[in-house]
């Protein structure tokens, strides 16, 4: 019996494992294309939120000059820009007439008029030549050649722009030398704040000495006196060193109560001695005084304040 090829193929069989490879290719992709989607949508969000920033950092430097110079300066410029500006508006619409300038006769040109002969004389007689000398009417001739007159007020003028032209320059040469002379005359007091200036470097190394006595007198205190487990109590104690470090006076100005931890006090500072010599920064200073409380307790064996 004969079997047709479509017969066949329809009637074939789909193996499990045939679904499960197409399951899996399917799950597969919609993977794929979830992941990808949202690789996207994060890689745009990053580009959106990384946008790109910048820092700006300005550098502030102390004037040479101090704030009251500068604002001097500042004030003669303006002045000095207004009434530049004050000169060159009235000169303006005074420029146009300047150019304007009758040029002077050399000579007074006296028409020539036709003398008539009198009655009495011949027609013979030859008529008498335009004689010059006729002052009288060379006088209206001159008249009109005044206008050049109201061109000499304007002489005076052009050395005013002249001299208000470097009146912005002047004033701020004249604040410059003001500030220079102010300065000049401030010089003497420098000396005062050359005095501060020791004097602020003189309590410094007094701070510093006074640190280091400190030190050392409480780890002297816990290595050789340590405070006595069962008293407890405060005292002070005035300390007066000379410039070599060692000790002058030490005594208790107000005591604990406890004549042992007086004694222990005094003790410590006779028994720490010497300490340092003065430096350099406290100047020419004999002795130093040295006034500190002293506390003697649990949590606390050796302490100075």
Do not use: C
């Not at 406290?282 to 606390?300: A, E, P, Q, Y």
Request: proline share 13%; no cysteine; aromatic share 4%.
């Amino acid at each position: 019996m004969a079997v047709s090829p479509g017969s066949v193929m329809r009637h074939v069989p789909v193996g499990h494992r045939y679904r499960q490879l197409a399951a899996w290719a399917v799950a597969l992709g919609l993977h794929a294309l979830v992941i990808a989607g949202l690789a996207g949508w994060q890689i745009d969000s990053e580009r959106v939120s990384r946008e790109p920033t910048s820092l700006d950092v300005v550098l502030v430097t102390q004037p040479s000059v101090d704030p009251g110079a500068a604002q001097a300066i500042a004030e003669a410029n303006q002045q000095a820009i207004r009434r530049e500006r004050a000169v060159t508006k009235p000169d303006q619409p005074a420029a146009p007439p300047t150019p304007v300038e009758a040029p002077a006769p050399s000579s007074p040109t006296v028409p020539d008029e036709p003398v008539s002969p009198p009655a009495s004389e011949a027609p013979d007689d030859p008529p008498a030549p335009p004689v010059p000398d006729t002052p009288p009417r060379a006088e209206p001739v001159d008249e009109p050649a005044s206008p050049p007159a109201p061109s000499q007020p304007q002489a005076p003028a052009e050395p005013s722009k002249a001299g208000a032209a470097p009146s912005g320059q002047a004033l701020l040469a004249q604040a410059t030398s003001s500030i220079r002379q102010r300065s000049f005359e401030a010089a003497p007091a420098t000396d005062t704040t050359g005095d501060r200036v020791q004097q602020a470097a003189r309590r410094a190394a007094e701070a510093r000495y006074v640190a280091d006595w400190t030190r050392r007198v409480e780890t002297y205190g816990n290595r050789v006196y340590p405070a006595p487990s069962h008293l407890e109590g405060q005292l002070r104690i005035r300390v007066v060193i000379d410039s070599g470090g060692q000790v002058r006076q030490a005594e208790v100005i107000h005591s604990s109560g406890y004549p042992e931890l007086d004694q222990a006090a005094l003790k410590t500072i006779r028994g720490a001695a010497p300490y340092r010599p003065f430096d350099r920064g406290m100047g020419d200073r004999d002795s130093l005084t040295i006034t500190r409380v002293w506390r003697f307790g649990k949590g606390n064996n050796f302490g100075v304040r």
